[in-house]
């Protein structure tokens, strides 16, 4: 979703929380998410609330005030170079003390960042205490969501999403929403309804492909799920608000994390993005004694899948699975448990665990894709077909011999692989003449092999 990108505004916005912290020290919160802007740097909104009651009134001839002072410096990790280094002073009228302390001042600064790592700074100290001052650290890593065929954004949590709002001069409005942001993450009592937005980027989607599927899920600090809510959206919207709105009036004092999972069931791929948040209902009990979902499963692209698309996966993967594997596959019957033998499944196959990616699983699933879109008919998907199978499974052939038009040969192709088992070959003739290439003969171990398949293919006269 483009942005008209405005620097640093500042505005305060008041509404009334309990007075509840992630921290001792309660003057001063802040968060912040990223959203798309261009190929080469993320929009980065960062919010921001003073605590009233923990700044100082000042009495002045006509009014009350508090002041505080705000300073936000971000650095390149890598230059350790400062790219934003600045201070504001910002006042603050105080109407009545006596409701200070219910009280917090919403602000929001907005930028642009290209494609690094960051250590951001947030300082801020009250003008007329120099001791009442706090200091918070977080790191930042832009990586521009413009780049990726698909992609999600951060997920922004607010007090209230106000959609069509008419109030467009506020600098909480976008894209037609007037989303308030709660800094604190704190919800509960006074704020018992969490508000969520995010936006879903599908670059190269095509119109006519199967929708993506949307799945917001809550977990608590045990990992059991307690809220999910799948949806799904049409492909080929290059920007696409979501909000969504979660009641926690029943919630248990915890801490929570909202999910939101985007996954792409043509390419097998999934998008996560997470978002930690507090509730605190001091009169709610707490009854949870279930055992939960292994929380690293949930947050996969596997936590996203229903039971039929766990099964068509399974299905797409067992190319290269074991006869064990099959035989335990066949035994699960609950679509946890297939998840979860999916997750473990791609796991052991990761070659490179220290990424965050896993390679494997990912070339594998660019090869079924290839191959439905090679030798996919209106009859049978590509990987289902013999020679789908082979690419998938070997990859792409050093060189391919193919002959369609001999005079005394059915159709036929072979295929060289010169870096497998000392160099093998595969065979496929289309035996049928509606253009299915069926595997006659390999030199590689195991797969099927008929010295005379010549013999199979030619033609009589």
């Known amino acids: 979703m483009k942005y008209k990108l405005l620097l640093f505004v500042l505005l305060a916005f008041s509404f009334f929380s309990k007075s509840f912290s992630q921290n001792n020290n309660n003057l001063f919160d802040f968060d912040f998410a990223q959203f798309a802007y261009d190929s080469a740097s993320n929009y980065i909104e960062l919010y921001y609330s003073f605590n009233q009651a923990e700044l100082t009134v000042h009495s002045t001839d006509s009014s009350k005030i508090v002041e505080g002072i705000l300073r936000v410096s971000i650095e390149d990790t890598t230059t350790h170079t400062a790219v934003v280094d600045k201070q504001w002073r910002l006042m603050y ?101 969490v508000f969520y937005y995010y936006e879903v980027y599908d670059k190269f989607g095509q119109q006519n492909a199967p929708p993506l599927k949307i799945n917001s899920v809550i977990v608590n600090s045990r990992g059991k799920v307690v809220f999910n809510k799948s949806i799904n959206i049409p492909r080929g919207i290059p920007s696409r608000v979501e909000v969504g709105s979660v009641p926690i009036n029943k919630y248990p004092t915890d801490t929570y994390q909202l999910r939101i999972g985007v996954l792409d069931s043509v390419q097998n791929k999934g998008m996560i993005s997470t978002k930690r948040f507090f509730v605190y209902n001091p009169s709610v009990k707490f009854t949870d004694t279930a055992t939960a979902q292994p929380s690293k499963i949930l947050s996969s692209t596997f936590g996203l899948m229903s039971t039929e698309e766990c099964d068509d996966m399974f299905a797409k993967s067992k190319y290269i699975a074991t006869s064990n594997e099959i035989s335990q596959w066949d035994k699960i019957n609950t679509v946890e448990g297939k998840r979860e033998f999916l997750y473990n499944f791609w796991k052991k196959r990761d070659t490179d665990p220290s990424t965050q990616q896993n390679e494997f699983y990912q070339e594998y699933f660019k090869r079924v894709q290839e191959a439905n879109q090679k030798y996919g008919s209106l009859n049978r998907p590509g990987w289902k077909t013999d020679r789908g199978r082979v690419l998938i499974t070997y990859g792409e052939p050093s060189e391919i011999d193919r002959y369609p038009n001999q005079i005394d040969t059915k159709p036929y192709e072979i295929w060289q692989y010169n870096d497998i088992q000392g160099g093998v070959i595969f065979v496929f003739a289309d035996l049928t003449g509606f253009s299915d290439y069926q595997l006659i003969h390999s030199t590689a171990r195991g797969e099927l092999r008929d010295d005379n398949w010549q013999s199979r293919i030619a033609t009589a006269y």
């Open 93 to 193: 009228p105080v109407l009545d003390t006596s409701k200070m302390a219910d009280k917090n001042l919403v602000g929001l600064l907005t930028f642009a960042l290209p494609a690094a790592t960051y250590k951001l700074t947030v300082s801020v100290a009250d003008q007329f205490n120099e001791k009442n001052k706090k200091v918070s650290t977080d790191h930042l890593t832009v990586k521009p969501f413009d780049k990726d065929s698909l992609a999600i954004s951060d997920i922004q949590l607010a007090s209230r999403i106000l959609q069509n709002s008419p109030n467009k001069n506020s600098i909480f409005y976008k894209n037609t929403f007037e989303v308030t942001p709660i800094p604190n993450l704190v919800f509960g009592e006074n704020i018992p309804v």
